[in-house]
Structures are given as C-alpha cells and as structure tokens.
C-alpha cells in the first residue's frame, strides 16, 4: 500500500482510534451476533446480512461478493475515495494532524469546494435576511407559510438578481474563478474569461450529504419570467453526484428508522412542507428518477419507502426502473395517491398534516397501484385492458427475487384481474423470471476442491501464521520455490517482508491491501471468513499452532527433499518406474 508520506505510526495511531464497527456503523445498520456484528452489505445487492465486522480483527468481510479490508478499505470502496483521501477523513475524524505535505491534489479541491459551499450557504442567508431585495424572497416564503425555524433549518438563502454579486462576494472572499466554476457557481461567458452567476434571484435551497455538509444548491425563481426555468440546480462537482444523494436525508435519518419507512417526495418544498407537517422522515429524489445508489441509500436506514409525487410524476415513476429497484432490493413500496392532481406540499396546506396522515396510511403496495392505474385509464375488465395491466406488472413482479413473494403477488394480481395465474407465469417466463429462480447466494466458504495435498499444507501453514504472526521467523529458511502455488508464494513473500514479529496480532486488512493479485485477497478474505464464523479459533492457543505449523514446515522439507532425489533420479536412471513411482509419492503428498 503507498502510504505517502504519511509515518506508520501516524497511520496505526489513526487506526487504533477509529473503531472499524464505529466506522462502518454510520454507513450501514450493524447488529451484534456473538463476538461479531452483522450487517447488509453496501458493496453488492444484499438482502440478507452478508457483511461480518470484527472488533477484534479490526476487519470486514463479505460472505456474499468477497470485499474485505481494514478500516481504510471499507472506506475507500464505500465514498469512491481513494487511499490518502481515506487516510485524510479518518485522521480529521480522531483529530490527528496529518504532515502538510501530505495532502493529495484532489482533496485539496475537495477541501476548496466545502469551504466554499459553506461560504454560499452564509451568505445566501445574508442576502436573504439582510438584503432589501431578499425581503421579497423572505416575505414569499412566509406566504408559502413556510415559518421562520423551518428556514434557518434548512438553511434557505436568496442570490441577489445581479449577473455578478455571488462572482464578486466568492472573489473578495478568496475564491479563484476557477474553484467558484468547479463548484457550478458561477458559468463562462461567450466572451472567453467572462464570468457571471448561476444563481439570480432565486431562493436559494442547500443541499447537504448525510454529515449535513452543503455540496449543492438548488435555486428556485420567485416569479417566473417566460424564460425562467422555476428550478435550477448546481451542476455535478467533485462534492455532488447528483444520483448519490437525497434532500433532506441529513436530516432524516434518525426519523426515518425510527418511523420505520422513508417518505419520498419529489422536490424541494414538497420536503419542506413535510418536515414543518411533522413528517420528518422524509427525503427528496429533487426530479431525478431512482438509481442504484439511492435505493443503496435508502436501505441503510429502512426497508419500506412511501412514495409521494403528484399523480403524474407518481404514475411515470411506477413505470419506470426506478421502483422495481427497490423491489428488488427487498425494499417494500408503497404508492400514495394524492387526490386532484396536487403535490404534497399544495396537499398539506389545503388540508393539513392530519389528512396527509390518513393519505399516508392508505397508500398501497406497487403492484396494486398499478392495477389500479391502468383500471382507471382504460379498466380492467375488457382483454386489452387485462393485457395492459399485466404487461405492465411483470417487470416489477420479475423484481422480486424472493419466489415466494412472487407467487403471492402473482396469486393476488391474477384473481384482481380475474385472470389465470398461470398466463402471467408465462409472461414472466418470456423474462426469464418463472417460477424456477437460481438460489440466493448463501454465506460460504469457498474451498477449492482441486488442491493437492501439498497446496493444502501450503495454505495451512500461511494459516497458522495469519492466527500467529510471532512465528513468521520459523518459516524464513524456506524459500519461495518451497511452493508450488503461485497465491501462496506472493502471501508468504509478503508475509516474510511485512511482518512484524514482535506483535500479538497481524493486521489483516494490510495484509488484503497489500496483495496484488485478486486471488491472494480472496485467500486472505477467506481465512478472515473461518476466524469469523468459528466461534472458537481451530487453533485455540499458540501450541497447539505451533506444533501444526512445525508439522507443515517438515512436510514442505519433506517435498523439498524428495524433489531434490527426483532430480538426481532423473539425472543418473533411466528407470522409468522408479521415476514415476517418486513423482506419485510427491502428488499424493506422502
Ligand atoms: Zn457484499
């Protein structure tokens, strides 16, 4: 691993204070399960706990898609980071200081980019409570009824309809062009070299990442000219993915597991509207349709979503890919229907939070909705119509990898259509999602069935140093050509040259970042595995390792010696047999 510049005591001292199950708990739910903790994994479809923490490993490890690592690791792949990045986010979260020289080009930008969205976020809020013309702004706010908690919650500002105040104001702050145009503040003009702002005249809505760090803006018109788009958002930056995140969600989480689903609305003030409504578990998907990475979001924090856009935007979501990734994350939707074409945010000040509460209560699953979509566009009850509803069933239906809940929804939706449940078995065959469905992937340990005897003494004497480090100089008289399996000489070379002897405990995760090749990291992950899922270590004290490393060490001399008299054999007989009577000995491992 290139640690740059950073000392390794430096790096153990960040690892020794950053706990891996603190760590990894703020990404995903974590339940302890003996001396472990459990969660879904967040690196592929999980949806049944595949990702084992240890305290004691300081490791993770992924029983379905085979990601394991250190602290570093699991950060790395989670936040699309790379190692110095890491480094750098762990050693600010335990307060270590890093060597200046340290820090990375890019997280430099990154650095830039945050102090200047926290910059814009003061000042829009200047503007907006300071400012004549934000009194405009302020006063149509309040008449949305928006109150005066909810916009210093949200952190609501206003830019100036001037084509160069926020320009101006970043500039006088300390802000190149260049980072004001990385972070989408300001645009070129046709002119080369002429700068003006994005946002002019608008209200201004900060988004925030789950820490609740702004990285984003969305700005909306308070009176709409005919050419005025009424939203617009900052452009993707370094900081912001547009795909990744959900409005609000900051501020979400913690009501969202405690309500046990998450409210999803469309934009802006419709999430507004809910929050100041009492419905604080609810996220914006801000007009972009769901992606991977959303429904990987929201499953962090639950498993059941309502689903809240106005009518329209509702019914070409429910087509859409989106929902049926939820389904197929295990994610139960629900579709709520708002009467006479409104959005929440209209609902709620027409009628209030209470009868939002019953909308809320009634929503339906999505298969019924969708029935129910397609009753009230063409019904039901004629062959089109039936045709028309399962059509549009069968993606969301193929969605459900759980068979059995397939076949109730399949069960339920052909006695709604008074169909056959057998016709829409058939559509879901022309799919390839029949009723014979591959097995979900069960927590396994992978074992080679081809090993020989002498891999299989190979690999259990990198075992036995894997548990007991301290022993590593028992094995360095043994040279690499000592192994005939090309993943066991890189692990013990690396074992030989990384280890530091003097220590209880090897660290793990170096170890997995240090393999260059994919096949020592799945060994590795996969001795992590077995010390994971025995609940006492097969090799319970340091003897009882010693003795079965010494046991492996005299088997591989033996192979050695054996290799040695083939040669000779080779060189002096022309005996066949003998020759090939040692060579068997030698496969067999005897
Ligand atoms: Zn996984």
Same mark, same amino acid.
């Given at each position: 691993?290139?640690?740059g510049?950073?000392?390794?005591?430096?790096?153990?001292?960040?690892?020794?204070? @950053?706990?891996?199950?603190? /760590?990894?708990?703020?990404?995903?739910?974590?339940?302890?399960?003996? =001396?472990?903790?459990? *969660?879904?994994?967040?690196?592929?479809?999980?949806t049944?706990?595949s990702?084992?923490?240890?305290?004691d490993?300081?490791?993770?490890?992924?029983?379905?898609?085979?990601?394991?690592?250190?602290?570093?690791?699991?950060?790395m792949?989670y936040?699309?980071?790379?190692?110095?990045?890491?480094?750098?986010?762990?050693?600010?979260?335990?307060?270590?200081?890093?060597p200046?020289?340290?820090?990375?080009?890019?997280?430099?930008i990154?650095?830039e980019?945050?102090?200047?969205?926290?910059f814009?976020?003061?000042?829009?809020? #200047?503007?907006?409570? $300071?400012?004549?013309l934000?009194n405009?702004?302020?006063?149509?706010?309040?008449?949305?009824?928006?109150?005066? !908690?909810?916009?210093?919650?949200?952190?609501?500002?206003y830019?100036?309809?001037?084509w160069?105040?926020?320009?101006?104001?970043g500039? #006088?702050a300390?802000?190149?062009?260049?980072?004001?145009?990385?972070?989408?503040?300001?645009?070129?003009?046709?002119?080369?070299?002429?700068?003006? $702002?994005?946002?002019?005249g608008?209200?201004?809505?900060?988004?925030f $990442?789950?820490?609740?760090?702004?990285?984003a803006?969305?700005?909306?018109?308070?009176?709409?000219?005919?050419?005025?788009?009424?939203?617009i958002?900052?452009?993707?930056?370094?900081?912001?993915?547009?795909?990744k995140?959900?409005?609000?969600?900051?501020?979400?989480q913690?009501?969202?597991?405690?309500?046990?689903?998450?409210?999803?609305?469309?934009?802006?003030?419709?999430?507004?509207?809910?929050?100041?409504?009492?419905?604080?578990n609810?996220?914006?998907?801000? *007009?972009?349709?769901?992606?991977?990475?959303?429904?990987k979001?929201?499953?962090?924090?639950?498993?059941?979503?309502? /689903?809240a856009?106005?009518?329209?935007?509702?019914?070409?979501e429910?087509?859409?890919?989106?929902?049926?990734l939820?389904? #197929?994350?295990?994610?139960?939707?629900?579709?709520?229907? +708002?009467?006479?074409?409104?959005d929440?945010d209209?609902?709620?000040?027409?009628?209030?939070?209470?009868?939002?509460?019953?909308?809320?209560s009634s929503?339906?699953?999505?298969?019924?909705?969708?029935?129910d979509?397609?009753?009230k566009?063409i019904? +039901?009850?004629?062959?089109?119509? =039936?045709?028309?509803a399962?059509?549009?069933?069968?993606? &969301?239906?193929a969605?459900?990898?759980?068979?059995?809940?397939?076949?109730e929804?399949?069960?339920?939706s052909?006695?709604?259509l008074?169909?056959?449940?057998e016709?829409i078995?058939?559509?879901?065959?022309?799919?390839?999602? *029949?009723?014979?469905?591959a097995?979900? &992937?069960?927590?396994?340990?992978? &074992?080679?069935?081809?090993?020989?005897?002498?891999?299989?003494?190979?690999?259990?004497l990198?075992?036995?140093?894997?548990?007991?480090?301290?022993?590593?100089s028992?094995?360095?008289h043994?040279?690499?050509?000592d192994f005939?399996?090309?993943?066991?000489?890189?692990?013990?070379?690396?074992?030989?040259? !990384?280890?530091?002897?003097?220590?209880?405990n090897?660290?793990?995760?170096?170890?997995i970042?240090? @393999?260059?090749?994919?096949?020592?990291?799945?060994?590795i992950?996969? +001795?992590?595995?077995?010390?994971l899922?025995?609940?006492? !270590?097969?090799?319970?004290n340091?003897?009882?390792?010693e003795?079965?490393?010494?046991? @492996?060490?005299?088997?591989?001399?033996?192979?050695?010696?054996?290799?040695?008299?083939?040669?000779?054999?080779?060189?002096?007989?022309?005996?066949?047999?003998?020759?090939?009577?040692?060579?068997?000995? +030698?496969? #067999? *491992?005897?």
């Amino acid at each position: 691993m290139q640690s740059g510049l950073v000392p390794e005591n430096i790096k153990e001292e960040i690892k020794s204070r @950053c706990d891996i199950v603190d /760590i990894i708990s703020e990404y995903v739910s974590l339940k302890q399960r003996g =001396k472990n903790f459990v *969660g879904l994994c967040p690196f592929h479809d999980d949806t049944k706990p595949s990702l084992y923490v240890s305290r004691d490993l300081q490791i993770f490890k992924c029983f379905a898609c085979d990601s394991a690592g250190d602290v570093f690791a699991f950060l790395m792949k989670y936040q699309k980071i790379t190692y110095p990045e890491a480094l750098k986010a762990l050693a600010e979260r335990c307060g270590i200081t890093l060597p200046s020289t340290y820090d990375s080009k890019e997280s430099k930008i990154s650095e830039e980019l945050k102090n200047l969205n926290k910059f814009a976020v003061q000042y829009y809020q #200047k503007m907006l409570f $300071d400012n004549s013309l934000g009194n405009q702004a302020l006063t149509y706010l309040k008449k949305r009824g928006i109150d005066d !908690n909810i916009i210093a919650s949200f952190k609501l500002g206003y830019s100036l309809p001037n084509w160069d105040s926020f320009l101006n104001a970043g500039k #006088k702050a300390g802000f190149s062009e260049k980072i004001l145009l990385t972070g989408g503040f300001i645009l070129e003009g046709k002119k080369q070299g002429n700068y003006y $702002d994005r946002f002019r005249g608008r209200i201004m809505f900060p988004i925030f $990442d789950v820490k609740g760090e702004p990285i984003a803006f969305g700005g909306r018109i308070i009176e709409a000219g005919e050419s005025d788009a009424k939203y617009i958002n900052s452009p993707e930056t370094p900081l912001y993915t547009k795909s990744k995140n959900l409005y609000n969600l900051n501020m979400a989480q913690r009501a969202i597991q405690k309500e046990g689903f998450a409210l999803l609305v469309e934009g802006y003030m419709d999430a507004i509207s809910c929050f100041q409504a009492g419905f604080t578990n609810v996220v914006a998907s801000l *007009g972009t349709s769901l992606t991977d990475s959303h429904v990987k979001l929201i499953k962090r924090y639950t498993d059941e979503v309502i /689903i809240a856009y106005d009518s329209d935007k509702a019914g070409a979501e429910a087509s859409a890919r989106g929902m049926n990734l939820l389904i #197929k994350a295990d994610v139960r939707v629900r579709m709520l229907t +708002i009467p006479s074409e409104k959005d929440p945010d209209d609902f709620i000040r027409e009628n209030g939070a209470d009868a939002f509460r019953k909308l809320i209560s009634s929503a339906v699953d999505l298969v019924e909705y969708k029935i129910d979509r397609i009753n009230k566009q063409i019904g +039901i009850d004629t062959a089109e119509g =039936k045709k028309k509803a399962v059509d549009d069933l069968v993606s &969301t239906l193929a969605s459900m990898g759980n068979l059995v809940q397939r076949s109730e929804y399949v069960k339920k939706s052909a006695e709604r259509l008074n169909i056959e449940e057998e016709y829409i078995w058939q559509q879901l065959s022309k799919i390839g999602a *029949g009723k014979n469905i591959a097995k979900s &992937t069960q927590p396994t340990i992978k &074992t080679s069935s081809k090993q020989t005897a002498r891999e299989r003494i190979e690999r259990l004497l990198i075992e036995c140093l894997i548990q007991c480090p301290k022993l590593v100089s028992k094995t360095k008289h043994l040279k690499k050509e000592d192994f005939t399996n090309s993943c066991h000489i890189e692990l013990i070379e690396l074992l030989w040259n !990384n280890i530091d002897e003097s220590k209880e405990n090897i660290e793990l995760g170096d170890l997995i970042n240090n @393999c260059s090749s994919k096949e020592a990291r799945d060994l590795i992950s996969n +001795i992590i595995a077995k010390k994971l899922t025995l609940k006492k !270590n097969l090799l319970s004290n340091i003897e009882d390792i010693e003795a079965e490393l010494n046991g @492996c060490i005299k088997k591989i001399e033996d192979f050695r010696k054996r290799e040695s008299k083939l040669a000779i054999l080779k060189e002096n007989t022309a005996d066949k047999i003998t020759i090939s009577q040692a060579l068997m000995s +030698i496969r #067999k *491992g005897k």
